[in-house]
């Protein structure tokens, strides 16, 4: 079993940044690919950004240059930089692990997850 804890969602003006956390716990981190889910208010819970083992990064197209995900190992931690907040991205961003090194986009193949931080941006 893999255990995520998030840390580091609150409110931030526009224009800031914010930098989510994420610790994983229970197994080796680098034998899972892990990844970024946003939820707006109202909205489907969609893919926001991921990093894989091999070294490459993959975002979802409105927040390529603004978001920025990268992984310690050494850590166990998973963090999502956001900079330049725009009150659009207020959403619970959740972060997620799945039984495979292999990144996807698809939330349904991530087996385990993060209890969503709330991000807010005030204009």
């Known amino acids: 079993q893999v255990q995520l804890s998030e840390s580091g969602g609150g409110l931030a003006q526009a224009g800031g940044s914010l930098r989510l956390s994420c610790v994983a716990s229970?197994?080796?981190?680098?034998?899972?690919?892990m990844c970024w889910f946003g939820q707006a208010p109202g909205k489907q819970r969609d893919f926001v950004a991921a990093?894989?083992?091999?070294?490459?990064?993959y975002y979802e197209d409105c927040v390529k240059g603004r978001f920025t995900t990268s992984g310690d190992n050494a850590k166990n931690t998973l963090y999502l930089q956001i900079n330049r907040l725009k009150p659009e991205d207020k959403a619970v961003y959740y972060c997620?692990?799945?039984?495979?090194?292999?990144?996807?986009?698809?939330?349904?193949?991530?087996?385990?997850w993060g209890q969503g931080p709330q991000v807010t941006v005030s204009p």
């Open positions: 990093t894989s083992r091999f070294g490459s990064s």
């Open positions: 229970g197994r080796t981190f680098s034998g899972y690919a």
């Open positions: 997620a692990a799945r039984n495979s090194v292999l990144v996807t986009t698809s939330q349904t193949r991530y087996n385990y």
